[in-house]
């Protein structure tokens, strides 16, 4: 969602801010635009991408080593011209841009009106300034208190950076709900909505917490909190390579991570486990076994694919760690008074670390004195910093907006996290233990297998295209991979499907089934795999075409299939890891055969810091 990126220092702002909207492009966003401040305030803004921004922007006043820029994801107002960010006060003074929600600005808006002021946009964050504006006019204050004071009034969530044409040696920026970090160079400063547009000036970073304003000119800055107490900014050093933010000569991002798997998986169980020494070691977990030993419930919450990884982490815990799991959607759990008690363990997954819902979901439990977990792969973000403890999945950035590299890292923590419990409570014997550690060591080569029938899967992705509908059907620990791959499908390609537990075909979907719809079986499951075959002999009686994904010497399910993909055999538990790479390599293939933006899909965000 939005993307903030700021600058000041001794450059000129305008291509370090431009590079940086292009870092964010993978947030997801509608429409771009900047400012300068070089004795002029200039404001350029368009809908559409970062390109047409700068095409605009080519032939005009492009000076000034103070900007601020934005690539907006609409809230407020349609995607056009005049609600792309940055807004200007009424008085011309004031330049804003804005992630976040501003919930009072209705009731905001009728009191400026009433004195006088006028609105050009549609938007929240246009009243926000407004505000900021006639609070600076009415004190005759310095930007920076004109801020903190306006804050106090606002109800919502934000990350905002200000200008003022009349102190143009100033940044100012306030967070609260949403991430905002600053870069600190030398004798200049960044500020973006995460690292990935800063890291190529530099790996200094400071992450500023909720209620926190910072107020910067070129060579010093001070934070403070909205209620005016002075904080010591927390310098870290952020491990991120700018190779790591670029496509290495893959045509997309997402084919890149899709490919990344075998080694990210490895990444996510380095030093955490060893089948020749057979132990496994979670660091967060460590330091709170006896809770986990003794919780009554562990609950997971998350949003779109890691709330998928959550319904594979049921399984494992339940099936290896004999422990109850919840598994919750954090937008539900946290607006239904959940039961909650301290005996809980409540854990969220997350590959961004900033899901608005996701957080305030652990706010709330944080809150009812339950110990949080997190399950993150953004190093720093708002998430990690909340939780008591966690681990992190270590997959690197990840561009493209459907989750790929981020998924099979959640999947192998968890898997990790349950075998590290059911070894502390004793509900696995030492054999299976040991042959789960086996299996896992080689899971990164059997991926490398899947992904060398690329051109297999090519080539049903070209046979299937077409569709207008799938559905994904799978049992066991197979189920949530079936909603997994359909969720990839629908948010790349914009076909329409639905996963179900193949058993539940019956209660519905079979409906559907005709010689037009693709039914996507993923049968490599040794339980239950004679009911699986049932299942695929019911849709061949209705003509469906089935595509199976089916462990390598499968004979019942492949004869029965149109189209068949294997793939190595594996332990149940272990299954997902595997069979989700080539529902994603598939997905991948029909959306560039559709033509569609593989990894900015049209409307979705990678990070959804609104509710
Ligand atoms: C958005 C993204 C998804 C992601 C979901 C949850 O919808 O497009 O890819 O799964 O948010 O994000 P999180 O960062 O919390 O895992």
Redesign the pocket.
Known sequence: MCGIVAYIGNKNAYPIIVKGLKRLEYR?YDSAGLALLNGDLNIYKIKGKVSQLEAFAADKDLRGSIGIGHTRWATHGEPNDINAHPHLSDNGRLAIIHNGIIENSDSLKKLLTRDGHTFTSETDTEVLVQFIGSVQQKYNLPIEEAVRQALGSVIGAYAIVLIDKEDPTKIVAARKGSPLVVGVGDSEFFLASDATPIVEYTKKMIYLNDEEIVIMDRDNLEIKTIANIPKKPEIQEVELAVDELEKGGYEHFMLKEIYQQGQTIADAMRGRMSHIESWVKMGGMEEYEEKFRKAKRLIIV???????AGLVAEYLFEDLARVPVEVEY?SEFRYRNPILTEEDIVI????????AD?LAALELARSKGALIYGV???VGSS?SRLTHAGSYIHAGP?IG???TK??TG?LSIFTLMALYLANAKGTISRTYFQKLLNELTIIPGKIEEILKQNDQIKYIAAEIKNSNNAIYLGRGFNFPIALEGA?KLK?ISYIHAEGYPAAEMKHGPIALIDEKMPVIVIATNKNAYEKVVSNVQEIKARKGIVVSIVAKGDEQISRLSDYTIEIPPTEDPLAPLLSVIPLQLLSYHIAVMRQCNVDQ?RN?????TVE
């Open positions: 997801g998350a949003c779109g694919t890691s709330w998928h954090a969220a997954i997350s590959q961004s670390g900033e899901t996701t993150v792969n953004v998430i990840e907006v459907a989750s981020a998924f959640q969720l948010e899909p979705l965000a990678k990070s959804v």
